[in-house]
């Protein structure tokens, strides 16, 4: 498995942004695909976006046009630039590691929060 850190979480006013970066422990180029989850009180996980080795970006409805995700395969580092937040995007963000064999990888989490 690789090890995934979080940073960039913090607390900011509605329509303010915020860049999270997930540094990996080793090359990020053997990883299908990266993503970042978030997860609200009383809520399910959701995925908010994803990046595969290829490139091929996806993203949550919510966030389409407000998120966007990168990988800088040098830096074994992925990046989740928020922009436009709302109050609704409260919530701790996770980033995860999806190897080509399905195994999973998770960080700890960092706590974005949105006031209004």
């Known amino acids: 498995q690789v090890h995934l850190v979080e940073s960039g979480g913090g607390l900011v006013q509605a329509g303010g942004s915020l860049r999270l970066s997930c540094a990996a422990s080793r090359s990020i180029l053997s990883i299908n695909r990266m993503g970042w989850y978030r997860q609200a009180p009383g809520a399910q996980r959701e995925l908010v976006a994803g990046?595969?080795?290829?490139?091929?970006?996806d993203y949550a409805d919510s966030v389409k046009g407000r998120f966007t995700i990168s990988r800088d395969n040098a830096k074994n580092t992925v990046y989740l630039q928020m922009n436009s937040l709302k109050p609704e995007d409260t919530a701790v963000y996770y980033c995860?590691?999806?190897?080509?064999?399905?195994?999973?990888?998770w960080g700890q989490g960092t706590q974005v929060t949105v006031s209004s």
């Open positions: 990046i595969t080795a290829g490139g091929t970006r």
């Open positions: 995860n590691a999806r190897r080509f064999d399905g195994i999973n990888s």
